[in-house]
């Protein structure tokens, strides 16, 4: 399988604006109205990664990720679509997100990701899915398939 550069269909990628004044910042992650339904979150959770580390490549047959990106580092996030019937099938982005370009980036099942801190410290990520993590009450299998472990993996990092 080999990929080309381009941009992969219904990734959304939404660039967050920051309103700063003398009490500090607030920086808005979503809107349910400005969202397709099929993105709505189900849960959040934040995440650090420390800098040079990677986490993924995976993907979920079933769940949307919506992660957020807003620093206090900058992450490098890597996107292969390979849903057979897409439009984008066989493309790859690659899109640089965190403290200098705070984004949200919503991942349709099916697209296999990954992301790596590349800045100078360790760096959140927000993740709000529109799948509960192991289903309702933990009582399902976790709906991910890992890419990372396999030594012949085709989803390289660069």
Same mark, same amino acid.
């Given at each position: 399988?080999?990929?080309? &550069?381009?941009?992969?269909?219904?990734?959304?990628?939404?660039?967050?604006?920051?309103?700063?004044?003398?009490?500090?910042?607030?920086?808005? /992650?979503?809107? =349910?109205?400005?969202?397709?339904?099929?993105?709505?979150?189900?849960?959040?959770?934040?995440?650090?990664?420390?800098?040079?580390?990677?986490?993924?490549?995976?993907?979920?047959?079933?769940?949307?990720?919506?992660?957020?990106? /807003?620093?206090?580092?900058?992450?490098?996030?890597?996107?292969?679509?390979?849903?057979?019937?897409?439009?984008?099938? /066989?493309?790859?982005?690659?899109? @640089?997100?965190?403290?200098?370009?705070?984004? =949200?980036?919503?991942?349709?099942? +099916?697209?296999?990701?990954?992301?790596?801190?590349?800045?100078?410290?360790?760096?959140?990520?927000?993740?709000?899915?529109?799948?509960?993590? &192991? +289903?309702?009450?933990?009582? =399902?299998?976790?709906?991910?398939?890992?890419? @990372?472990?396999?030594?012949?993996?085709?989803?390289? /990092?660069?």
């Amino acid at each position: 399988m080999k990929f080309i &550069a381009g941009v992969i269909q219904d990734v959304v990628v939404k660039e967050l604006t920051k309103y700063s004044d003398s009490r500090g910042w607030l920086q808005e /992650l979503f809107r =349910s109205d400005e969202i397709e339904k099929q993105f709505v979150p189900v849960m959040g959770y934040v995440s650090s990664t420390e800098v040079g580390i990677a986490r993924g490549p995976h993907e979920h047959r079933d769940q949307a990720d919506f992660f957020c990106f /807003l620093g206090p580092s900058t992450f490098k996030v890597y996107l292969w679509d390979t849903r057979n019937g897409s439009a984008t099938y /066989l493309h790859k982005m690659i899109i @640089e997100a965190g403290e200098k370009r705070p984004c =949200s980036i919503i991942i349709p099942a +099916g697209v296999v990701h990954a992301y790596k801190n590349i800045g100078s410290t360790a760096g959140w990520v927000i993740n709000l899915p529109n799948k509960l993590y &192991a +289903g309702e009450a933990r009582k =399902s299998h976790v709906d991910e398939i890992r890419h @990372e472990s396999d030594p012949n993996t085709i989803f390289i /990092l660069d």
